[in-house]
């Protein structure tokens, strides 16, 4: 009986064990997509996603059936990031933070998941209904936090959500062997978020260090 009891017990492990490894190879298949897509775009191969893996095609094939079931699954995990990033800015800002600090939170937390690098990839596979609701809540959002930051006079009035994905998308890709942004573009979008000098008098040392960072 113990005999069998041991082969059961082993037997229900092993496809645990499987799952585990799935789990794993699907994580490691995600991060290099993002890793992958932020460097070289979204026409990269897929075969170039498996090997920054350490997977085979056939292990990635297994898990999105087609290029643009990973884009999917890519563009909505961002997405769903963008909209923790803009919930956790607005809590800060309820809880009494400035609005200026809160946009600036919002800013580096989408570069950290380099949420801008699937932008090129727009229009170019279907959408689902998750997604389309999923950017209309992200959009709204983010509308609120700089209509704030707009009604506490740190960000000029003219600059939109749209500015943002603009500054976010050009900071979440990066091309190998070149400086991260040309200074004309870096100076161009950090005049968006300054507006006017006077704007920037008294502000916190954290803003300078950001404009630093994206420089």
């Not at 909505?76 to 809880?95: F, K, N, P, T």
């Not at 400035?98 to 998941?113: E, K, L, Q, T």
């Not at 983010?142 to 000029?156: C, M, N």
């Amino acid at each position: 009986i113990a005999e069998a009891g041991e082969a059961d017990e082993g037997a229900a492990s092993r496809p645990r064990g499987r799952q585990s490894e799935a789990a794993r190879n699907d994580l490691r298949i995600v991060d290099a997509a993002r890793r992958v897509f932020a460097r070289s775009g979204a026409d990269a191969p897929v075969s170039a996603i498996a090997a920054e893996a350490g997977v085979g095609v056939g292990s990635l094939y297994r898990r999105f059936a087609s290029k643009d079931d990973l884009l999917r699954h890519l563009c909505q995990a961002a997405m769903d990031e963008s909209v923790d990033a803009a919930e956790a800015a607005l809590a800060a800002l309820d809880a009494g933070g400035d609005a200026w600090s809160a946009v600036d939170g919002y800013v580096r937390a989408c570069v950290g998941f380099r949420s801008g690098a699937f932008a090129p990839a727009a229009g170019t596979f279907p959408v689902t209904a998750e997604m389309i609701a999923t950017a209309e809540r992200a959009h709204g959002l983010l509308e609120r936090l700089l209509d704030a930051a707009r009604q506490e006079g740190t960000l000029r009035e003219g600059v939109t959500a749209v500015d943002v994905y603009g500054l976010v998308g050009l900071f979440s890709r990066r091309v190998p062997k070149a400086p991260k942004v040309p200074m004309t573009i870096s100076w161009r979008q950090k005049m968006e978020f300054r507006g006017r000098a006077k704007d920037l008098q008294g502000r916190p040392a954290a803003k300078a260090e950001f404009f630093a960072e994206v420089k």
